[in-house]
Every structure is written in structure tokens, then in C-alpha cells.
């Protein structure tokens, strides 16, 4: 089976599988397709087979047709509809001194319905708006309230890193972000630097976490004695990408070893336990080891 994407322009309906129908379709042709909605205008953004192991769960929306010059006639019209409805609606949100933030209008291809969508921290009571907007434009008014993280995707931008915003493009759901993703991958606590264009944590400090956390369990703990070729010591910091470590030694230098080339670790040492590397009791060769458990030379 052969199948088709394509991006209607709205955050939901970003770059979905379409049934072709037997139309013949290439990237960039504009088409009439079903939705949720009724009809919309979107662009096909690529065209290929499904491989042998892909399953389709459920029927795929369909391409009606090649959007005709009426089709595209049409479009401007709605693109008319949405740019009166925005103008309408932001002063009325002055007028009414309403707490939000309007985003985006996006018009249906019958021009049956337009949908308003907003930011707020709260709910909004916005029934009169809705009537004087409805009264307006003549058509069915839909008010959508969207997270801090939609609005990105809504508007589109560049981000610090020089590339589209991922929820523009690809992300469909967005997964938990915290700062301990940020600590994991040993980047400076900056909410400026850590934070979006929505204000938010980054959805990229997710992309990689996995394997910090597989790379954080491989390599020893932060206090804990280790056992080195160039002596014994307690690991200070840990390079999680180049997977070293740094050592203070008991004469109190300093030294840089890859995790791979640790002699013997022992467990993190209390904080009102002895120090003094693995003299204190962490390794086997200061004199107290930590019991067989610790130590694989115990027989």
C-alpha cells in the first residue's frame, strides 16, 4: 500500500498518513483532504510505501482530490476570514480586558467554522466574545485553549540552535522535561539557556537522556574511593561523554582516568564517614576493605 504526508498547516494535523486513493501525487501538489473537521487544504510532503512490518491500525483519512483554481481561490478567501477574525478578536480581547493571549485562527475549508486558539494561565470566561464574534463573521466560533508549549508550534520560529523548532516539525506529544535532565547532562543551571521560545524547559534535553542515565550507572559515583594505575583517591567529578572521571589522590593531586582503566571502586563514602581516599576503608588496598560484597579479590 502506498501512502502519502501531508501537512495541513495545523499543529494536529502536521505531516499524517493519507490514503491517496489512486491519485497520483508528488511532494508540493496541493490537495483537498478528509478530516476531523470535514475538508482542508494541505501539501503533500512526501509520497512512499509502507514497509512489510508497517501495520495501519486504523483507516487512513483520504485525499479527495488536486486541489483546483476554485480550491485555490477559496483559500484565499478563508485566508481573509482569518486575518479579519484576528484583528476582530485581538481588540476585543483589549476591549473586554481579557487575561490571554491570542495565538493563531485557522478557518475551515467550508468556511463553517473558525477556530480561535489562545494562551492563559487560567480559564477564561470569554462567552461575550464568542457572541460578538460569531456575530461578526457569520460562522460557528470555536475557542481552543492551548499550552505554553503549542504556542511555538503554532507560530513557528527558529530556535538557539539554528533549526526549526522541533514542535513545528516533528514532535507530535510532548514527554516530561525537568531540570534533573539538565543536571544529568552537566549543563549550567541557566533558565535562560535551558528554557524555549515557549518558556519552557528545552524538549531536547530529553533526546539524549537515556544515555546519560546508561552512561551514569557504568561509571562510579561522585565520593566514591577508587583505586587508579597512578594511585588511590576519591572520585571528584565525572566526564559522562567522555566517560572519565577525576581522582583526588591522597597527596591531594588531581588526575583525569577513564572509567575503563579503574582498578577497584568501592561505595560512596558517608558524609560523616572516614576520608581520605581509599585508605579510609573504600578499597581493598587501603588496608579496610568494605567486606566481600565490595571487594572481588574476597575469597
Request: proline share 7%.
Amino acid at each position: 500500500m502506498k501512502t502519502v504526508r501531508i501537512n495541513l498547516g495545523e499543529t494536529e494535523y502536521q505531516d499524517q498518513h493519507y490514503d491517496p486513493r489512486g491519485v497520483t501525487l508528488q511532494p508540493g501538489d496541493q490537495v483537498v483532504v478528509e478530516t476531523k473537521w470535514g475538508q482542508g487544504l494541505g501539501r503533500v510532503f512526501s509520497t512512499f510505501p509502507l514497509f512489510p512490518d508497517q501495520k495501519i491500525t486504523e483507516p487512513l483519512p483520504a485525499v479527495i482530490r488536486i486541489a483546483t483554481a476554485r480550491d485555490r481561490a477559496n483559500e484565499e478567501r478563508i485566508r481573509r476570514l482569518e486575518t479579519d477574525g484576528r484583528a476582530f478578536c485581538s481588540r476585543k480581547i483589549t476591549e473586554f480586558g481579557l487575561p490571554m493571549k491570542l495565538v493563531d485562527v485557522k478557518a475551515s475549508f467550508d468556511r463553517s467554522r473558525v477556530t480561535f486558539y489562545f494562551y492563559a494561565d487560567d480559564r477564561i470566561d470569554f462567552r461575550e466574545l464568542v457572541k460578538d464574534l460569531a456575530q461578526h463573521l457569520h460562522t460557528r466560533i470555536e475557542m481552543r485553549q492551548i499550552r505554553a508549549r503549542d504556542v511555538g508550534s503554532k507560530l513557528g520560529c527558529v530556535g538557539p540552535c539554528g533549526r526549526e523548532l522541533c514542535c513545528k516539525t516533528f514532535l507530535k506529544e510532548y514527554e516530561p522535561i525537568s531540570v534533573r535532565m539538565a543536571k544529568d547532562q552537566n549543563l549550567p543551571l541557566n533558565p535562560s539557556k535551558l528554557a524555549g521560545m515557549c518558556g519552557r524547559l528545552k524538549c531536547c534535553l530529553r533526546y539524549e537522556h537515556s544515555m546519560y542515565e546508561e552512561v551514569k550507572r557504568r561509571l562510579p559515583k561522585i565520593g566514591s574511593p577508587a583505586e587508579a594505575p597512578e594511585g588511590i583517591g576519591i572520585v571528584k567529578t565525572r566526564n559522562l561523554l567522555a566517560e572519565t572521571v577525576v581522582i583526588e589522590l591522597e597527596d591531594g593531586a588531581q588526575i583525569t582516568v577513564k572509567a575503563a582503566d579503574l582498578i577497584h571502586v568501592g561505595p560512596p563514602l558517608d558524609e560523616d564517614g572516614p576520608r581520605g581516599g581509599c585508605g579510609g576503608g573504600g578499597c581493598p588496598s587501603g588496608g579496610r576493605g568494605v567486606g566481600p560484597e565490595a571487594d572481588p579479590t574476597h575469597s
